[in-house]
């Protein structure tokens, strides 16, 4: 007789006279002499995976799965280029190497905070930005469009580039390096975010062309106007805010959180970025999961989606134009 496998499921809870349940490895309880059988770092990768795993953590901060999480660390742990670790992998590790990886392991474990905030680095389109809990860990998929994707609505290199909420101020940094001859202007209402902004420009020898401005929204620009606006805001939505995993809430809180519908910051800014665009200039605004809550708080907006990798419908681009008409239809309504 055939057995399936839902004939299997059904027969596994323990019913009187059935096998116990076979228990599996509890990683987080190996003993250190254990662990000193593990020679390579293809060991201390395969524990990485093995103990992430166990414990249940949540990715998003530069990789998605455990095997790319422990790659990254641990390569970073031992001065090893993440995308050359094959010729490594079977060599073996002294005592003190050893004993440093489980430590980071066990850290990324107990803390539940984002990787980049352990290493102190994240990266971003090929670059390097120094992170911690300052600022947002850097992974705006502003930067993809920056690369490619964005030419294909701007008519010309912008001249004059306004990173909104900039955070630690990677995309003003990207796009310095995208539009060498552009000025740019990095702002953001977070003194700590800035401070880390200051150091990552610094880092990219860009200080020339960045300018870092704090203060509220469009505040600290006066009456600058800008050939092209990117904003990365807070953008999440209180259900999703209520739901996060450690790690996500291990950022500052005011650089996720957008209100109830996620769109609290995004309304204001709508409102007041055509005073800062030059005629022919236009935004481009990452909303992430959120497109549901966007077309619904503004069914009266013309944009356009930018797809990246990530999706099709997680960047807006909208011109100073469609909003200066939005603007004129409001007023019309309201009088
Ligand atoms: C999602 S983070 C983006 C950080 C960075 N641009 C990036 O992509 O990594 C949002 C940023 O908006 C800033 N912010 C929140 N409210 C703001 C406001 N009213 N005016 C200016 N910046 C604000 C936060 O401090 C935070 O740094």
């Known amino acids: 007789m055939k057995t399936s496998m839902s004939d299997v499921r059904s027969a596994s809870p323990s019913r009187p006279g059935s096998p116990a349940r076979f228990e599996r490895v509890d990683p987080a309880t190996l003993a250190p002499d254990q662990l000193r059988a593990l020679r390579t770092l293809r060991d201390l990768i395969r524990l990485a995976v093995s103990r992430f795993e166990h414990a249940g953590l949540s990715y998003g901060h530069g990789t998605d799965n455990a095997y790319d999480e422990a790659a990254w660390m641990l390569?970073?742990?031992?001065?090893?280029?993440?995308?050359?670790?094959?010729?490594?992998?079977?060599?073996?590790?002294?005592?003190?190497?050893?004993?440093?990886?489980?430590?980071?392991?066990?850290?990324?474990?107990?803390?539940?905070?984002?990787?980049?905030?352990?290493?102190?680095?994240?990266?971003?389109?090929?670059?390097?930005?120094?992170?911690?809990?300052?600022?947002?860990?850097?992974?705006?998929?502003?930067?993809?469009?920056?690369?490619?994707?964005?030419?294909?609505?701007?008519?010309?290199?912008?001249?004059?580039?306004?990173?909104?909420?900039?955070?630690?101020?990677?995309?003003?940094?990207?796009?310095?390096?995208?539009?060498?001859?552009?000025?740019?202007?990095?702002?953001?209402?977070?003194?700590?975010?800035?401070?880390?902004?200051?150091?990552n420009v610094a880092l990219h020898g860009?200080?020339?062309?960045?300018?870092?401005?704090?203060?509220?929204?469009?505040?600290?620009?006066?009456?600058?106007?800008?050939?092209?606006?990117?904003?990365?805001?807070?953008?999440?939505?209180?259900?999703?805010?209520?739901?996060?995993?450690p790690e996500f809430r291990a950022e500052p809180p005011g650089a996720l959180a957008g209100g109830a519908d996620g769109m609290d910051l995004i309304r204001r800014l709508l409102d007041a970025a055509p005073a800062h665009l030059t005629p022919e200039g236009g935004l481009l605004l990452e909303i992430g999961h959120e497109a549901a809550f966007f077309e619904q708080a503004f069914d009266d907006l013309e944009f356009a989606y930018v797809p990246v990798a990530a999706g099709d419908d997680q960047l807006v681009w909208v011109t100073r134009a469609v909003l200066v008409e939005r603007q004129r239809r409001k007023g019309a309504e309201a009088r």
């Open 75 to 199: 390569s970073w742990a031992l001065h090893l280029p993440v995308d050359q670790l094959e010729p490594h992998l079977d060599a073996r590790l002294c005592d003190a190497e050893r004993d440093s990886l489980v430590a980071l392991i066990e850290r990324r474990c107990r803390e539940r905070v984002p990787a980049a905030y352990l290493l102190g680095e994240a990266w971003l389109r090929g670059q390097r930005f120094l992170s911690d809990a300052r600022a947002l860990v850097p992974r705006s998929l502003i930067g993809e469009a920056l690369d490619g994707a964005l030419d294909d609505w701007l008519d010309q290199p912008p001249g004059t580039v306004l990173d909104l909420c900039t955070g630690g101020g990677s995309l003003a940094i990207l796009a310095a390096h995208r539009w060498p001859a552009a000025d740019v202007i990095g702002a953001d209402l977070s003194a700590e975010a800035l401070a880390l902004a200051t150091e």
């Open 206 to 245: 860009v200080g020339e062309r960045v300018a870092l401005v704090r203060g509220d929204l469009f505040d600290p620009v006066g009456g600058r106007r800008f050939d092209l606006i990117l904003c990365n805001p807070p953008y999440v939505n209180q259900a999703s805010i209520d739901a996060l995993p």
